[in-house]
């Protein structure tokens, strides 16, 4: 008995379920959707290498993260004593995206003129960059380090909503490392919390000022916060502040820009926008012991808010426009969201501050 054997010729291509990319059977908005949890900007720059389609979706990004890898102080090497605060952030930046963006030079191109240089790297700047996207509605700008040079063993942490100005900031001092609130000073340590409330709105301005281009320029743009990698302190700007910046007519814009030379050299403290007169309410503990054994001396709590914001709301209804941020979280999160909740419980005095 013999038996044969059939022999069929195989498929001269690929089976159809496997003849194009996964990706290329979803909608847009399913991508979109993807790149928006993706954020980050130099990521989603890369991505657009990837097909010509996903080159045509990335401007579409209306979630993003820019990034900053470094600072440059507005001393160093090429600059002038002119540079303006903007050109600091874009040398900040340029690192980052320059070297897939572009290809790499020769050595022979490396000794053209420094003004060539810097017209090349400008090209890239922050607020060029986002002009490669179409409807920016969040932003998150990130620094890399925080803006505040204090005393060894203290903190301070800081949020700061605004506007065309400031209309509200939280701030939250401490010490940590065995010191007594004897050692922060005489009037129970008032000095150095003054000095700790003032750094931090110094701080929250400068960051303000920084943005201005860019809140102007996007106008799709719903939020922005300014934040830093070491969490000490955050810009906020919801809708309505953002609508309220873009009108601003910016007739003040010279009395706004306020050089702030003896507070340090790092470039986005050169330049800030102006705080108004403001009220603080400052709640403090000598000692305050939180949850898993942690202990801050001297914390403070100081809530600040305009002046013109104030609108004769004093007293008890002032206390418990303080004790509202609790609900809204007040921009703290763990031992310093429990610091916020028992301080807001203490009692509170009231300074006022003229414009600086």
Not at 48 to 60: E, G
């Amino acid at each position: 008995m013999t038996s044969s054997i059939s022999t069929v010729d195989p498929p001269t291509g690929p089976p159809p379920e496997y003849s194009s990319d996964g990706f290329d059977r979803l909608p847009d908005v399913i991508i979109l959707t993807i790149l928006n949890n993706i954020s980050d900007i130099k990521t989603l720059t890369r991505c657009r290498t990837v097909s010509r389609r996903f080159n045509s979706l990335v401007p579409q990004s209306e979630s993003l993260v820019l990034r900053v890898d470094r600072v440059i102080s507005v001393d160093s090497e090429d600059d002038n004593d002119h540079v303006s605060v903007i050109i600091g952030f874009f040398k900040s930046v340029v690192k980052s995206f320059h070297d897939f963006i572009s290809p790499p030079q020769s050595s022979s191109s490396s000794s053209s003129s420094s003004s060539s240089i810097f017209y090349h790297e400008s090209q890239y700047s922050p607020v060029m960059i986002l002009r490669g996207f179409e409807r920016i509605r969040e932003l998150d700008i990130e620094l890399p380090t925080g803006d505040l040079w204090l005393e060894k063993r203290a903190g301070v942490k800081w949020t700061a909503e605004f506007g065309k100005t400031l209309k509200s900031c939280v701030i939250l001092g401490y010490r940590c490392g065995g010191v007594s609130e004897s050692d922060l000073g005489g009037g129970g340590g008032l000095k150095t919390r003054v000095v700790w409330t003032i750094s931090a709105l110094i701080a929250a301005s400068a960051r303000h000022y920084m943005v201005k281009e860019i809140v102007k320029e996007n106008m799709h743009l719903k939020k922005l916060i300014v934040s830093d990698r070491e969490n000490e302190g955050s810009v906020v700007m919801n809708e309505l502040g953002i609508k309220e910046y873009r009108e601003d007519k910016g007739e003040n814009e010279e009395e706004q820009q306020v050089q702030n030379d003896d507070i340090d050299r790092v470039w986005w403290r050169n330049s800030r926008t102006r705080v108004p007169a403001v009220r603080m309410r400052m709640r403090h503990e000598a000692k305050l012991e939180l949850s898993n054994g942690v202990v801050m001396e001297g914390a403070t709590l100081v809530v600040v808010r305009p002046t013109a914001n104030a609108g004769g709301v004093e007293g008890d209804e002032e206390e418990r426009w303080d004790e509202g941020l609790v609900a809204a979280g007040g921009g703290f999160d763990g031992v310093y969201g429990e610091a916020f909740v028992k301080l807001i419980k203490r009692r509170s005095y009231l300074l006022e501050m003229n414009s600086f």
